[in-house]
């Protein structure tokens, strides 16, 4: 197993915790209901999604009988897809309790680096599973 797809997988148990008990903490604590956005980003680009990149890294190639169109996409994937939703829920939680222009620029951009990470599975993903087109002579 590449250690991308592993590390996909091992993020993605952390990121359930983490909701879980930020879940916990909303039901008993309900001045921390404003943090909804950040428990659903937990959950669905925490968990979910980065379950289904390892996941999918590691078994649709082999469903094609191909190798992984580029392990380098996929690693600085891992990287930006991390980046992403740690800037995602950090920068807006600080702008939920001490909301700035900046706080907000910064909670944009990582929902852009988090974007980029989504696409950069989507290509790596086509250029594994699509076949080749072959050019006419």
Known sequence: MDRFVKGFIIMSIV?????TILGILMLA???LMPLKFV???LNLLGWVSMMI???GYHILPRFMGRLL???ILGEVQFYLANVGIIGLIV???MNIYAPSGLYLSL???SGVVE??????FFYNMLRTLLPKVEQPH
Not at 15 to 19: F, R, S
């Open 115 to 120: 974007a980029i990470s989504i696409f950069l």
């Open 69 to 71: 169109y580029s392990p």
């Open 53 to 55: 990149y390892g996941v």
């Open 29 to 31: 604590h309900e001045s």
């Open 91 to 93: 920068f807006y939680t």
């Open 15 to 19: 990121y359930l915790g983490l909701a």
């Open 107 to 109: 909670t944009v951009a």
């Open 39 to 41: 428990h659903s980003h």
